[in-house]
């Protein structure tokens, strides 16, 4: 059985693919995002001096990822309706089931992200935001976590595309992503190359789609010291983005 040209192209535009690869990049989406919450909040803990926030957050981190992703889909989707009736009503969608235990394993490993791009901060510059009279949530927000989003955004971009990658496992759940689109039409036709194939472009302009995006935000966020080598001021980096910071009353 060779290699047939016609059903590579047909299935090519056959919007169920289309669907597919938008339900996976929406699945990642929904994931990422309720990683980086959960996340950001686990990372706050596990730096914290407070045991009762840090061993609460250590704890989660330790669990998820040494849980597999496909056991958690099996318990989001089959175990947990058993315990818990709510989850048993029309609502609970193999989409969301999938968004939520995808997310709760991947917080995990955002945390670790945040964690490391809050730590790669200079302490010097909350004691600077400090001196100028600004609160801790502000200096959070205005002072670390810009410099913070700079560390974080190479291993978040690629922690979103691992994701739209484990989207697959979603299958075990009856969600119809990308991959099982094209497992359908193997199972029917027993075309395994032309429909792997599709499902192979697909993947690839997705990555690539996003891996372009990805840069584009990272230049928005790259910070470069060339103006800074024309001006012979002594004020340091952190004093000057610190100076255009208004002080709060």
């Given at each position: ?8 192209f047909e ?5 169920a693919?289309?669907?597919?690869a ?5 699945v ?23 045991s ?13 990822r ?27 969608t ?15 490993f ?15 510059q ?5 001196a ?12 670390i976590l810009?410099?913070?989003i700079r ?13 739209i ?19 359908v ?11 792997y ?12 789609i ?29 004093t ?10």
């Amino acid at each position: 059985m060779i290699f047939d040209p016609a059903i590579f192209f047909e299935q090519l535009v056959n919007p169920a693919y289309l669907w597919g690869a938008l339900t996976s990049i929406g699945v990642a989406a929904l994931s990422l995002v309720i990683a980086t919450v959960l996340g950001f909040f686990l990372a706050i803990g596990r730096t914290s001096k407070k045991s009762y926030l840090r061993g609460p957050s250590h704890l989660y981190v330790w669990f998820f990822r040494a849980l597999p992703a496909l056991l958690v889909l099996l318990i989001m989707w089959n175990a947990l309706p058993q315990v818990l009736p709510a989850l048993r009503s029309d609502w609970y969608t193999p989409f969301i089931a999938a968004s939520i235990g995808l997310g709760l394993v991947e917080a995990a490993f955002m945390a670790e992200i945040i964690r490391s791009a809050l730590s790669s901060v200079d302490d010097g510059q909350e004691l600077a935001g400090r001196a100028l009279g600004m609160k801790p949530g502000s200096v959070m927000r205005k002072v670390i976590l810009p410099q913070a989003i700079r560390t974080a955004l190479p291993p978040t971009g690629n922690e979103f595309i691992g994701l739209i990658k484990y989207s697959s496992l979603a299958s075990v759940i009856s969600l119809k992503e990308l991959l099982t689109t094209a497992q359908v039409g193997v199972n029917i036709t027993f075309r395994y190359a032309e429909y792997y194939a599709v499902a192979i472009i697909y993947y690839l302009v997705i990555v690539s789609i996003i891996t372009l995006i990805q840069s584009r935000i990272e230049k928005r966020f790259l910070w470069t010291s060339r103006g800074l080598k024309k001006n012979n001021s002594p004020l340091s980096l952190s004093t000057r983005a610190l100076a255009t910071i208004p002080k709060e009353k």
